[in-house]
């Protein structure tokens, strides 16, 4: 137990709830909402309260959590990059916090008080009379914040600040830890993929862990790149590569599947069958979606391209249903997880046969058993290093 401060305002127990872990609550945002019900029983009267805590992720700078008086619910809102660059951002009393790592209080209601930041006549329209922004500083180094508002007729007593100021410390180690964990799930998502990601948070994290599954399995692959790289520059290849998997890559992610690796300009997906999740049917059916996706968004790329007078880019999906062992590879160093086996093997040389076929979609017999009309077949075929020849199929109607 922490020793009782002399603030006039009981805030221990929320003190050494903070510091305990807030474990009758589950998520960041249900910690604030806690916190400030929490607060408002000691005698705090909020009517506004926010935590800011900036992010390590591809597209997300930040995310703030906003409290308000009779909302039942915190609010989660993410900023992206460019929002550090607008002069919203600027011009708001957090940015001030994140830059100069002190506290900014700012007496709404007071004739006096300075008007240097525009959120502060806001504040004052919604009748709020103070305000306070306090730094979280991470043992990092970083420095993230809390503010709070009150519509009190005399704004914060000198009780009720040195109240949240006891709180501070303990509300930011808790917010270190929740940003910690958001960190490591926004790392996992990003660069392994969202189920693979959460696989390796529960622990599965040795090389050979794994399962055996079944699954719809993608593979796409790009034509013509090395011409393609040796005409353009490293930036402008690495802009095209990015626009090309935001179209195939960025469907699957549209449609749930799960995109395990980027293998130069190839992907390997899957659209996992499980127990409680999709049927073979309803892979089957969401991949297909995906794949329909992905050529639409390569049609209005390629319109664009050709717009700007360059050539449209040629490209492949192949589409294989089969068991896999979806698990860590490689060495005890350095480890993938991903999928293995004769089916992801089949699904590449089906893929490749998109080339042959001139076509930019093939689905092997295993897929199209799960589907309805719409559906040509191009005749079996052998595929290299598989035994038993394969028949494929591909869309009646073209979209690409």
């Keep these: ?50 935590v800011f805590v900036t992010t390590l992720h591809p597209n997300v700078a930040g995310r703030g959590f906003f409290w308000r008086e009779g909302q039942p619910e915190v609010e989660v809102a993410e900023a992206s990059y460019a929002v550090l660059n607008s002069d919203d951002y600027f011009k708001n009393p957090i940015y001030a916090v994140f830059l100069e790592g002190k506290e900014i209080r700012r007496k709404v209601s007071a004739p006096d008080c300075p008007r240097d930041f525009p959120l502060l006549d806001d504040l004052r329209g919604e009748g709020v009379t103070d305000y306070i922004a306090q730094p979280l500083d991470f043992i990092n180094g970083e420095t993230h914040a809390a503010s709070y508002t009150t519509c009190q007729a005399e704004g914060f007593t000198v009780p009720q600040l040195a109240a949240l100021e006891r709180v501070r410390p303990a509300l930011t180690r808790i917010a270190e830890i929740l940003a910690l964990k958001r960190t490591a799930i926004n790392l996992l998502d990003a660069y392994l993929g969202h189920q693979a990601g959460a696989k390796v948070l529960t622990g599965q994290i040795k090389r050979g862990d794994g399962q055996e599954i079944n699954a719809v ?43 395990l690796r980027f293998i130069g300009d190839a992907a390997l997906a899957i659209f996992p069958v499980e127990e409680g999740g999709w049927s073979k049917k309803e892979a089957c059916e969401a991949a297909v979606k995906a794949a329909k996706d992905a050529l639409e968004r390569m049609a209005e790329l390629n319109r664009q391209r050709e717009s700007f007078g360059t050539a449209p880019l040629g490209f492949g999906i192949g589409l294989h249903l089969g068991d896999v062992m979806y698990g860590n590879i490689g060495t005890a160093d350095r ?24 076509v930019n979609v093939l689905i092997s017999e295993q897929v199209q058993a799960h589907l309805g009309k719409g559906w040509q077949s191009l005749g079996k075929h052998a595929l290299r290093g598989v035994g038993d020849e394969i028949e494929v199929f591909t869309l009646e109607n073209k979209i690409c």
């Design 1 to 50: 137990m922490t020793e009782k401060s002399d603030t006039g305002i009981d805030v221990e127990d929320i003190v050494d709830w903070l510091v305990d872990g807030a474990k009758t609550v589950k998520t960041p945002q249900d910690v604030l909402l806690e916190l400030c019900q929490r607060l408002n029983a000691a005698g705090i009267p909020l009517y506004r309260v926010a």
């Design 335 to 358: 480890i993938e997880f991903t999928v293995i086996g004769a089916a992801a093997n089949e699904a590449a040389r089906i893929e490749g046969l998109c080339k042959t076929l001139d």
């Design 217 to 259: 399995i993608w593979f796409c692959d790009l034509r013509n790149s090395t011409p393609l790289a040796d005409s353009m520059s490293r930036e402008a290849f690495l802009g095209l590569l990015n626009d090309y998997f935001e179209c195939l890559a960025g469907a699957v992610l549209d449609h749930d599947g799960e995109v």
